[in-house]
């Protein structure tokens, strides 16, 4: 096989590829228009032919992994491109909807060429799974503050061990029923592939939004387990219990779809804290200390979201 470069070359080893490429990146970044690529096996030479979305997604993997050799300065830019060009695909899923929202469109909001924007996302549907698991990442986040300000405040009052380790779990599932209420448009595009049974992202994107979701998931089932350990809750499966919380939870936001035309007639926020309240106390926890802590919680506005705390959900790019 002659050498040629800017060529990616894929290797079938089992069910697994290796693939190795030489500058290819810099090739499509001039925005030379792609050809398709030869897909060799071990030893056996060309056996056929690859569309360009799947070569972009196998140019996406290659460059994830270069990624990892570039110095702390070029990661750094780099992610803040990643932050800018997720921040802008919210603005036009905001305005306009998902179905308004292609990576050319991007592109040009940020001064790309699509071409360009291939090095951080191949495709659409890779976009919509990067500002997905970007909205969950910031969502953690904000809960992981809330929390911990709700526990320095226990910590100063002389708050238990027991009564700190619910006061936390109850702290999460308050600030995800918020989150649903102060950004509504941000909710629905982080609920659609996790609450839907319909197929809108393909098996691979849509497994690292659900890898994404797991790992925020993890931190609810660890402030279950503190209060398992410390005996505030029975003894129980931490995670199974974690999922359904928030499946409990995202079952009753989601009919506030439904209710918009009649308010009046049900308070789904106080459902959807009863509910935490109830599920905790179900697990264990003592009715009386889980319904002092629901009023301390709403007294205090631990699961308050301020606009500060949401910057970048809702800032725009300068």
Known sequence: M??????????????????????????????????????????????????????LAMLHEVTRLDEARHSPHVARKRQTRIRRIVRTTLEIVRR??????????????????????????????????????????????????????????????????????????????????EFSRSAPMEFGILSTDLSSLERTLPDREAGLVFDAAWEALSDLAVRLRVGEECGALHAGESSERAVALWAGLQGVVQTRKLSRSRPDRIDLTRVAKGLVAALLIGWGAEEKVVKSLVRLTNAEGFAALSESSMQFLGQPNP
Not at 28 to 47: K, L, N, V
Not at 106 to 118: D, K
Request: hydrophobic content about 45%; overall charge positive.
């Open 96 to 177: 306009e909807g998902r179905e308004a929202l292609t990576l050319k469109r991007v592109a040009e909001r940020e001064g790309l060429t699509t071409a360009a924007l291939y090095r951080y996302f191949p495709s659409k549907d890779a976009l919509v799974a990067g500002l997905q698991r970007a909205l969950i990442s910031a969502l953690a986040d904000l809960t992981r503050e809330r929390v911990e300000a709700a526990e320095e405040f226990g910590s100063a009052r002389g708050l238990g061990e027991r009564e700190r380790a619910l006061l936390a779990v109850i702290v999460s599932g308050f600030v995800f029923e």
């Open 2 to 55: 002659a050498a040629v470069d800017r060529r990616l070359l894929l290797y079938e080893s089992g069910s697994s590829y290796r693939f190795a490429y030489s500058r290819c990146p810099s090739f499509f970044m001039r925005g030379i228009p792609p050809r398709p690529i030869e897909i060799w096996q071990a030893g056996q030479g060309p056996c056929r032919f690859v569309n360009i979305i799947y070569f």
